[in-house]
């Protein structure tokens, strides 16, 4: 049976007891934003369609060989955040105070024989905001929306030169399942197009869904917790105006959240979901069922604040 890492390893911090500090403040970094709260941020759609515009501008693999018209963008993105509100779409966006850095979203297929499955349409950042493990993000939040949906099979297609992007969609467990050589058109050139696919119904990582410790940091609005899996693994776990988070993190102190640390993967969204009651707080025992964590036997829990 395993047991709960030891209350002395220097990767955990002390026992609530003895924690008299308050954690520093978190540094400044993007926010992401589900559809309903992107689409309430003021300037949403212009400032969607001037990022789209201007990566189709500089040869993006967008799927457009001239930038798209604001009313087409416009149209989209409504009919995204629509869907989405029925469950049949999700669209999540990053943002550095009001400045949008990046968005991506996934459509339920409309085909009857289709509808377990979804399509990964869009993924597009910033350029002046690489690096920073945005578009790592983005996915991640997208697929565990996706597996919080229902949805079965997540596919997307991607240009076979957009190498990053495809590494970084293997890196998440998608896979390759089809290619068509010289199939995309752009001017005279020709490039591959690239399937793939990610079967949502294999559960997702079991090393990161058991915990062995959890210290409560905040009781509502958010309502928050610090947790340790058996093998000492980070995660914070956090819940506000009804909307859940598990995210894993090299340790609980925030400085330690880097634009590295999102973009090699060591702080990641593990799932998330939205219960529809705009809750400022939730209990422990609640959080578990939602999230799909699991304490082991003999796990260490703290749950008051």
Known sequence: MPTPPPTHDPRLPPPPETRTQPAPAAPAHPRLLPAPQARAQPGFLPAAHALLASLVRDGAALGWTEPPAYDEIAALLDAVCGEAAQGDAALWAAYDGPRLLGLGWWRRYSRPTHRPHADLEKLAVDPAAAGRGLGRALTEALVSEARAAGIEVLTLDARGDNTRALSLYRSLGFTEYGRLPAFVAVGARRYDK???????RTPP??????????????AGSPAQWDAWTPEGQYLLLHYRRGRGTVERHPGPEPERWTEESWRDGRSAVLATWDDGTGGTTIDFPAFLAASGLTPIPGAEISDAP
């Open 205 to 218: 990582d079991p090393a990161h869904r058991a915990l062995a410790r959890v210290v409560r940091t905040g």
């Open 194 to 200: 690239v399937f793939c696919s990610y079967d949502l």
